[in-house]
């Protein structure tokens, strides 16, 4: 009888300690997500279309009922076709930036289930800005190409609402770069250097 109760016991807690191993595997369990976004600069059209991308890969680092803590890195790219540029008629060529930047992310979950979510995310990191193209003048036979090159220290912010189903996740979003509007008294967010996309994003959990 008594190794009955013995072996019954044994039985009995099987799934508590399943349980308990699970949990202690998930919990330490390192996860990465990874988001593709498109963007869109709404401030800068003035200097022609623009549009790009921006490419993250996070790694999680801390999981709790309602927030979650992810670190990782993000590449950007921006494309301007100023072709179309609305102060002047004599430009023919593209201004693109690339940016590779450190993010911290900050996500919120207001509801139990984590679907709904909020996300602020801190980013530091280098710009590279390029122009290139030919202005052109024909009644002064001006017929000139032009390259120039611009590397700067940059840092910004975004924010992100979106929602999980299952291992993929939807957002919009709202990316600011604080460089020119905090350095040196400049304001103005349409400057190359301070540039504010609006776009929308798919993630994926790994």
Not at 11 to 20: C, R
Not at 178 to 188: E, P, S, V
């Amino acid at each position: 009888m008594k190794n009955y109760l013995v072996f019954l016991s044994f039985i009995l807690s099987l799934p508590v300690l399943a349980q308990g191993q699970k949990e202690n595997i998930e919990s330490n369990q390192k996860r990465w997500k990874l988001e593709l976004l498109y963007t869109q600069d709404i401030l800068n059209t003035s200097y022609g279309k623009n549009y790009g991308y921006i490419f993250k890969g996070k790694l999680m680092c801390l999981d709790s009922k309602h927030f979650t803590l992810s670190y990782g890195a993000a590449h950007q790219n921006s494309y301007i076709n100023e072709t179309d540029n609305s102060f002047t008629d004599y430009v023919d060529g593209y201004t693109r930036d690339i940016g590779l930047y450190s993010i911290f992310d900050i996500t919120y979950y207001p509801f139990n289930k984590k679907k709904l979510f909020l996300s602020l995310e801190p980013f530091i990191g280098v710009t590279h800005l390029k122009s290139k193209g030919t202005l052109k003048i024909p009644q002064y036979s001006v017929y000139e190409k032009y390259k120039n090159e611009y590397v700067y220290f940059n840092y910004g912010f975004s924010q992100s609402l979106g929602y999980n189903i299952n291992k993929f996740s939807v957002s919009a979003f709202a990316w600011a770069s604080l460089k020119g509007i905090l350095d040196k008294g400049r304001n103005r967010p349409a400057d190359f250097d301070s540039r504010f996309f609006v776009g929308l994003g798919i993630g994926y959990a790994l």
